[in-house]
Structures are given as C-alpha cells and as structure tokens.
C-alpha cells in the first residue's frame, strides 16, 4: 500500500529491507542502514506523539535517541508545546521540541507540530469503506483495501 500510496513522488524510495533482516528492531535496522549508506546519509525516523507514551519499552530505547534523529509528531489535541501525558522521564530527558532557528535537523530527537491532521492510522481503518476512511488515502490504496478485504470483520 506504501508503494501504491508513493507511486508518484519520485524522492520517495520503499526501502524493504525489514523483509529480509534477522532483527526487525528499530535499532537494528536504523544501525544496519547507517552502515550500508555511510556517514553522508542521514535518517530519521518519525512517530505520532502518541508513540512516547511507551517509547521507554522499546528495545534499547535511549541508544535511538542517542545515536538517531527520531521525530515525534504531535497531535493537535497535546496542545501548544507539551509533551503528552504518561511519557517516562527517560524518553523526555533525550527530545526536546524542534525549533526553526535551529540549524535543519541538528543532532538530536525532537517532537515537532506540524499541524499534523488529528487522525490516527487505527481511526482510519476503522470501519471500512467509512468517510474517513476514503477521506484520508489516495484513491488507488482505498480501492486495494476494498479489493483485497483488508481491515474487514471476518
């Protein structure tokens, strides 16, 4: 569905490489990338704000923060600079919210409002063939959900 949703931004590339790798952690293959693509390269990889609340259980999860650019997006509904309730000081201690006289994406985890419609992938896909739904994915990757059954009560 990516690779349907992507299909005509030619700077967006599918990288499939969890498909193939012995360890699907975050870690492991932010780790791996940086190896194969060298220094010159730089990946970040971006969540909902949401995704902070239970970051401190994720494998090695102060070595992302340490060594990647991770990129929290905020919802509308954490309101104007705050990080959202429930986050473990641990995670807090390594993000700090993004500030545009920064120089671009500058060593370090942010969380960053980007006006980010307030809408989750579980809404979404919940029920099937609703307004949201459609309203939210291209036309081409709502009619593979349709045709395939994805996300139906079976």
Known sequence: M???????????????????????????TLRALRRRYGPPVRFYFIAGGDVLRDFHKWHRFESLLDEFHMVFVTRPETGARSFPAGVNPRVAAHVRWYDSSEAPWSQGSYLIDVGAPNISSTEIRRPVGSTKMKKWLTAEVYQYIRKYKLYEKR
Do not use: N, V
């Open 2 to 28: 990516l690779a349907i949703a992507t299909q005509r931004e030619p700077k967006f590339h599918i990288c499939d490489f969890e498909l193939r790798a012995e360890s699907t952690f975050t870690l492991d």
